[in-house]
């Protein structure tokens, strides 16, 4: 415990840890008790007793001692500190007070989140793109990442692509701490946009996408975010042409070529399963020297969900590319033999269904071919 709060019931929690639980829970009731709580955090009494036998144990361990918790914000502090934004020479070392109070509490976040300090971030963030500027733009962005609500945030941020544009220009810095910072942004703000915007999205944006997938020395959270805002733009058929105009098929079996952790390989798969919907993607994926056997390696070796989109590139590819080339080089690198592996596998029924579906709608040109085990082809009718 940092700061020992007693709540009505006798019991006495850390403050943090109650405050959070009064904020999320959804009966507000004591944990131990199971008694009625307020919501309200000044319901709570700090037990300054138990923060001294703290404090004194800490003292003879040799443990770092607890600080004395500060009083706590109010609303008026936080307006304060939004209006010193105002005043140039305030400026920076408003935005670092705030990044440091952020980061401090719960209730902190809650009181300036209602105080408008969200929005006041967005407006920094836009300003400094129109202006040009990237002072302290690092902390604002971090400050607006603590506070991020997608009901509050949706208003601010979601019914045009302005704050869109700003994070999409702080990309083109190539400052690799910004861009940890913007990608993970960008994803929620994506998340909360109007879908309707999604096809004013322009070539530029998905082409800065692509080239911070090839950053290698960018966080997997970066990573993970740039995969997520690609698959929320693949909803709109338009914007798959574009994300395959940028690059990105490319650059996406790069990327699992070099075996990231799983939950990376089921996003890159899902994104390569949208854009594999179109004559271009499905180009670039038999036209990519590993790509057809970089999809067959990762069957039945990562998880089902990769296996089903894996099988459902497989699927567009032999019924809408399939020249006697692709045949072969899917019969070549093994991916027809996987497919006989998946109607052995302990794997769901409608995976195993698909697999037969494809086998079938070439079997003329695998049957009894010398690069397919026997057993593989014995067990079940064809």
Not at 128 to 133: A, I, L, P, S, T
Not at 147 to 176: A, C, R, Y
Not at 181 to 202: A, H, N, Q, W, Y
Request: hydrophobic share 40%; aromatic share 4%.
């Amino acid at each position: 415990m940092k700061d020992p709060v007693t709540a009505i019931t006798g019991i006495t929690y850390d403050r943090e840890s109650i405050e959070k639980w009064l904020l999320r829970a959804k009966h507000c009731v004591c944990p131990v008790t199971k008694q009625p709580l307020s919501r309200n955090p000044e319901s709570l009494t700090p037990n300054h007793t138990l923060r001294r036998l703290i404090q004194a144990w800490c003292s003879s361990k040799g443990v770092d001692r607890i600080p004395t918790p500060k009083a706590p914000l109010d609303k008026i502090q936080i307006q304060k500190l939004v209006k010193d934004l105002d005043v140039p020479h305030c400026y920076q070392t408003t935005l670092v007070k705030m990044h440091d109070l952020a980061t401090q509490s719960e209730r902190n976040r809650t009181c300036m989140a209602e105080a408008g300090v969200a929005k006041a971030m967005v407006m920094v963030i836009k300003n400094n793109f129109k202006e040009g500027k990237t002072t302290c733009l690092e902390e604002a962005l971090r400050v607006l990442r603590l506070l991020w609500n997608p009901t509050m945030m949706k208003p601010l941020v979601g019914e045009d692509l302005d704050f869109i544009n700003s994070l999409t220009w702080i990309l083109q810095l190539h400052n690799v701490k910004m861009v940890n910072e913007v990608m993970p942004l960008l994803k929620l703000t994506i998340e909360v946009v109007d879908s309707t915007l999604f096809g004013s999205l322009r070539l530029e944006f998905f082409e800065e996408m692509v080239r911070v997938l090839k950053r290698r020395e960018l966080s997997q959270q970066a990573i993970k975010s740039v995969l997520h805002v690609l698959i929320e733009a693949c909803t709109l058929g338009r914007n798959r042409n574009r994300i395959v105009e940028a690059g990105a098929v490319t650059e996406l079996i790069e990327l699992e070529l070099e075996k990231p952790e799983k939950n990376i390989t089921e996003l890159i798969f899902n994104l390569l399963a949208y854009l594999c919907s179109c004559a271009d993607g499905r180009a670039q994926v038999i036209g990519h020297a590993a790509g057809i056997a970089m999809i067959s390696k990762r069957i039945l070796r990562v998880s089902p969900a990769t296996d089903d989109r894996a099988i459902q590139i497989f699927c567009v590819i032999a019924k809408y590319s399939a020249s006697k080339g692709v045949i072969l080089e899917m019969l070549r690198v093994g991916a027809v033999s996987k497919l006989c592996m998946v109607m052995q596998a302990d794997c769901g029924s409608y995976l195993k269904e698909k697999a037969r579906d494809l086998l079938r709608l070439h079997s003329t040109a695998w049957n009894n071919s010398p690069c397919i085990q026997v057993y593989l082809l014995t067990r079940h009718q064809r």
